[in-house]
């Protein structure tokens, strides 16, 4: 029993109608829960955010969507309101499979901080929990799908890598925004790692 299955963030804001809408984002979703039989153990990971995030345009006067700001840990997106706590933009897509989850590893809820990866905030220190739980049960072989290739599943694989897991992509079941050309500088940083993208 060494292989978990991790969805990241398959939640109704990133799927088509949602505040973060990610083109045919529920598309995946018949493939994922399909999936979720062959795996020891599967992971779900959920954007959480408090109202008003310092990720958020909207926390930044006169700022808009998609510009780039400077954080006190480095360069950061500013994101159209996403993925408040509980709120149905939160929430998993009513399609996704949750029942099969052992675990659900909820991130980007510190006010201050966004967080993209399922193992460490954007800082790339304040760990989630994730790493220890993997480890405690054993779970060496990865295999990551869900929203978005780019950015949540890319910095999820990147720090899994470098974490010493073995991992695999599962781009089919995966989706991305591709903000200008973030999704072939992700392709190459994972590929770089050693991530396999199949």
Known sequence: MTQALIVIDVQNDFCPGGA???????????????????????I???????????SFASAH??????EMTEMPYGPQVLWPDHCVQGTDGAAFHPDLA?????????????PDIDSY???????QTTPTGL???????????????????????NYSAVD?????????????????IDLDGSLAA?????AELGVRLT
């Open 186 to 190: 992700a392709r190459q940083g994972m």
């Open 160 to 176: 899994a890598a470098r974490l010493g897991f073995s991992v695999t992509v599962r781009e089919n079941l995966c989706r991305a």
């Open 117 to 123: 990866s399922a193992f460490f905030e954007n800082d």
């Open 20 to 42: 973060l809408a990610v083109a045919d984002g529920d598309a995946i979703l018949p493939g994922i829960n399909a999936l979720m039989e062959a795996f020891d153990a599967v």
């Open 98 to 110: 949750t029942t099969r989850a052992d675990l659900i590893i909820r991130k980007g809820f510190d």
């Open 131 to 153: 790493e220890g739980y993997l480890r405690t049960r054993g779970l060496t072989d990865l295999t990551l799908v869900g929203l978005a290739t780019d950015f949540c599943v």
């Open 44 to 54: 779900l990971t959920q954007d959480w955010h408090p109202a008003g995030h310092s």
């Open 61 to 66: 006067a006169g700022r808009t969507a998609y």
